[in-house]
């Protein structure tokens, strides 16, 4: 199956997505906010510029998408029909960079919890999750 957007307007929509301050990170900031969590945004001097760090709770949160770093859900399987072997190649390389980022942060002493985009649909069940993280379970 052909792409239905032109060179151009594929080129337009890929520039405009955002790899910070994303909806869903907003989502999961807000719920932090919510349990009493006082967090920094995208520190540069940890390794893969974590979304969510709490220094206090030695914790970082990353909220990925779906599909950018190919979750088990739907979405994340899903593979583009147009320039097939560059998104399968680009993807594979986002999962092995986030492999190397959550080991080295781990080994650094971090707790680390991965949200993915899918998860900030259920509010009940993410609150859920980031206090069971909280608590160190």
Not at 59 to 67: I, L, N, S
Not at 68 to 79: D, K, Q, V, Y
Not at 98 to 105: F, I, K, S, Y
Request: with cysteine; net charge positive.
């Amino acid at each position: 199956m052909a792409d239905t957007l032109t060179p151009a307007q594929r080129r337009k929509c890929m520039a405009a997505i955002r790899g910070k301050n994303t909806t869903p990170e907003r989502v999961v900031r807000s719920v932090l906010h919510r349990l009493g969590c006082r967090f920094a945004l995208h520190r540069a001097d940890l390794p893969g510029k974590s979304d969510i760090v709490m220094p206090a709770r030695n914790a970082v949160v990353f909220v990925h998408g779906c599909y950018w770093h190919t979750h088990a859900c739907t979405r994340g399987r899903s593979t583009p029909a147009t320039n097939a072997a560059f998104w399968r190649a680009k993807r594979e390389r986002t999962r092995t960079r986030d492999r190397r980022t959550l080991a080295a942060l781990r080994r650094a002493g971090w707790r680390v919890l991965v949200v993915w985009e899918c998860q900030t649909r259920d509010a009940r069940a993410l609150r859920a999750e980031l206090r069971r993280f909280l608590v160190g379970r």
